[in-house]
């Protein structure tokens, strides 16, 4: 399919995600812009009275919430962080259900934290929220849930989060706004930089520089935002990555931004997280045979390949499963906390049920909670 084509099938996306950042919402001093959020919400009301299902993933709620605490920047501590989210949280909210109510659009907040894309039951709730509200012509809006989120567990900035939401909702497209109109091969600043239109896959961000930071009031960058597109394009989802001066003529399909073509197809979403956005807690060192095992046959990790343990982690957390020369070669969620497994290593689930009970005859890593990686992760992304 060429550009074209691709870009006409993103214009006629019957659900789309898009995702804002703080940096498109805020003045140059920090607080809510008024003048940029309308633009924004005029352009989802636009793409709504066209028949389609918008679901927005909005920053800014710490943003919004520093003028009333008297912050002159982005606290540091999680603390304050949490404290200016929650008093940001509701003037932010504030605003988008005036905004989209002059539309005749109701909005609905959707606050998440990583427990609702990784745990089964949380999820599936998650996704009869977001359906529901669809059905009922409600925007949901979305967030993470900093005011409960820990450094430990959390996706860390919102254009993860909204990967994953795309995922989640079975969205057609996703459209990433930031404050750079499109991805460049270098810094825009620089002279000769050029504007990247399209990412075919991996080979075509081959060299660029993606390392800008984000503003002083967002988390992300240039480099979270490739990232998302990853995340999404991997699970068959058409990307695009503008300013938000541009939502509109991105959701109508305008040769704006950079277009991110899918590269994969839909996958359980915790597996998505698990290999691009969750830290491991620790490393499971494996046999020969047992990574041929999950390499080769897709199998479950049982005691009997495991040789040691590192870390301390607890059951349903994530860790690394290492093969014997220490190379990375997958990631799951262990059912077992760390202290209970050196008993349980190299023997059979047999074995142990007959010995220790039977809920000791469970898989350490079952086949459905572990993605294999291709090659070695070459880095460990902070959640």
């Given at each position: 399919m060429g550009t074209g084509d691709r870009r006409a099938a993103v214009a006629g996306a019957a659900r789309v995600v898009v995702k804002v950042g703080s940096s498109s919402l805020t003045t140059p001093e920090g607080g809510i812009d008024p003048a940029r959020i309308e633009a924004l919400v005029d352009a989802l009301a636009a793409a709504r009275a066209a028949g389609r299902e918008v679901v927005l993933v909005s920053s800014g709620a710490i943003a919004a919430g520093l003028a009333p605490l008297a912050l002159r920047s982005r606290p540091r501590d999680?603390?304050?962080?949490?404290?200016?989210?929650?008093?940001?949280?509701?003037?932010?909210?504030?605003?988008?259900?005036?905004?989209?109510?002059?539309?005749?659009?109701?909005?609905?907040?959707?606050?998440?934290?990583?427990?609702?894309?990784?745990?089964?039951?949380?999820?599936?709730?998650?996704?009869?929220t977001f359906g529901r509200l669809l059905e009922l012509g409600v925007v949901p809006i979305v967030n993470e849930n900093d005011t409960v989120a820990t450094h430990e567990i959390r996706f860390?900035?919102?254009d993860r989060l909204a990967a994953l939401v795309a995922h989640l909702v079975h969205a057609d497209a996703l459209v990433?706004?930031?404050?750079?109109?499109?991805?460049?091969?270098?810094?825009?600043?620089?002279?000769?930089?050029?504007?990247?239109?399209?990412?075919?896959?991996?080979?075509?961000?081959?060299?660029l520089d993606v390392s800008a930071r984000g503003s002083a009031v967002g988390t992300g960058g240039m480099v979270t935002k490739v990232e998302a597109a990853r995340i999404a394009t991997t699970a068959g989802i058409d990307v695009v990555l503008t300013s938000a001066a541009q939502v509109a003529a991105a959701l109508r399909g305008e040769p704006v931004g950079t277009w991110f073509h899918p590269t994969g197809k839909r996958r359980p979403t915790r597996l998505l997280w698990l290999r691009h956005a969750s830290d491991a807690r620790g490393s499971l060192r494996l046999d020969a045979g047992a990574v041929r095992a999950l390499v080769?046959?897709?199998?479950?990790?049982?005691?009997?390949?495991?040789?040691?343990?590192?870390?301390?982690?607890?059951?349903?957390?994530?860790?690394d499963l290492v093969g014997p020369d220490g190379a990375v070669v997958a990631r799951g969620l262990v059912n077992y906390d760390a202290d209970e497994l050196p008993a349980l290593l190299g023997r059979s689930t047999r074995e142990l049920a007959a010995e220790l009970g039977a809920g000791y005859d469970r898989t350490v890593v079952h086949r459905d909670a572990l993605v294999v990686f291709d090659e070695v992760p070459a880095r460990t992304p902070t959640i």
């Open positions: 999680l603390a304050t962080q949490q404290a200016a989210a929650s008093v940001g949280q509701g003037l932010l909210m504030g605003y988008y259900t005036h905004l989209f109510a002059a539309h005749d659009l109701g909005v609905g907040q959707v606050l998440l934290t990583v427990d609702d894309v990784t745990r089964h039951g949380h999820y599936r709730n998650a996704f009869r860390g900035d919102n990433l706004l930031s404050d750079v109109d499109s991805l460049y091969t270098a810094r825009p600043s620089e002279p000769g930089a050029r504007r990247v239109v399209e990412v075919h896959g991996e080979e075509d961000l081959a060299g080769e046959r897709h199998a479950s990790l049982l005691p009997a390949g495991v040789t040691s343990v590192d870390g301390a982690f607890s059951a349903g957390e994530p860790v």
